[in-house]
């Protein structure tokens, strides 16, 4: 597959990622929306079947990386071309400001009627539940970790499921990290989820709309950046651990 085919469709996966994730976030906090209220298990259940929807997709061509901390782990482990990384990353921060800004038009009505400002970020970029950026780093450290753990894990050995139902279980993964981890930060857990919408928030003529919070925004940027890779080197090592000591 060429490059040009490979970073095509991480900007189109990442679009319609956060087309869904982020109309997932307008329908559930809205005050004019239908599905106002619905609550933190369809948050999850949500984003999860967002991301398995987008990696039916593009996971043929790209891999359906859709995030930056994944793609440089996968890098740094040998498993993905370095050559590539550059322009993963741009597919992915601008396919996911594309995805935020076709959100945004589908509720723009009901965008236009919210009133409360803290609002109308939430919708697009994450933020603590506490303000505390050190341990807000650490969640997104950790959530990340497991992502990635649990991607690695889903494909390796006699896991290894068939192309089929892996995006499927990578949308689970998601769905359970949001439940078990997502309550202190949002579970960005991908840098482009987070600083593709944020840009958008802070460019589009959004009515009523205050700042983009972007004092906290490297968290979401850092946090999965480290776990990203934390999570490649702790997978490794268990399953070097494991193959030697069973003496394959």
């Given amino acids: 597959m060429s490059a040009t085919a490979m970073y095509l469709a991480e900007f189109v996966g990442t679009a319609l990622l956060l087309l869904l994730g982020n109309g997932i976030n307008m329908t559930l906090s809205l005050g004019k929306s239908y599905g106002k209220g619905g609550g933190w ?8 079947m967002a991301v398995t929807m987008s990696a039916y997709l593009t996971g043929w061509v790209s891999g359906a990386h859709l995030n930056p901390a994944l793609s440089i782990a996968m890098v740094l482990s040998g498993r993905m071309d370095a050559s590539l990384l ?6 992915q921060v601008l396919g996911a400001m594309f995805g935020a800004t076709l959100a945004y038009l589908a509720y723009k009505n009901l965008m236009d009627e919210e009133e409360n400002a803290g609002t109308k970020l939430g919708v697009f970029a994450t933020g603590p539940a506490i303000d505390n950026k050190p341990w807000n780093l650490v969640t997104e450290i950790i959530g990340t970790a497991v992502l990635v753990i649990g991607i690695l894990a889903i494909g390796y050995g006699s896991n290894g499921v068939s192309g089929g139902i892996g995006p499927f279980l990578v949308g689970m993964l998601i769905c359970v990290i949001g439940m078990a981890l997502g309550g202190a930060t949002g579970f960005a857990i991908n840098p482009a989820r987070d600083l593709g919408p944020r840009i958008a928030h802070a460019i589009l003529p959004i009515k ?16 999965p950046i480290i776990g990203a890779v934390l999570g490649v080197v702790l997978f490794d090592l268990f399953v070097k651990v494991c193959v030697t000591c069973a003496g394959v």
Avoid at 41 to 48: A, M
Wanted: aromatic share 16%; glycine share 24%; proline share 3%.
């Fill in 41 to 48: 298990s369809v948050t999850c259940i949500g984003w999860g």
């Fill in 86 to 91: 550059a322009g993963y990353i741009v597919a």
């Fill in 208 to 223: 009523g709309k205050g700042g983009s919070n972007w004092q906290y925004s490297w968290v979401p940027i850092l946090g």
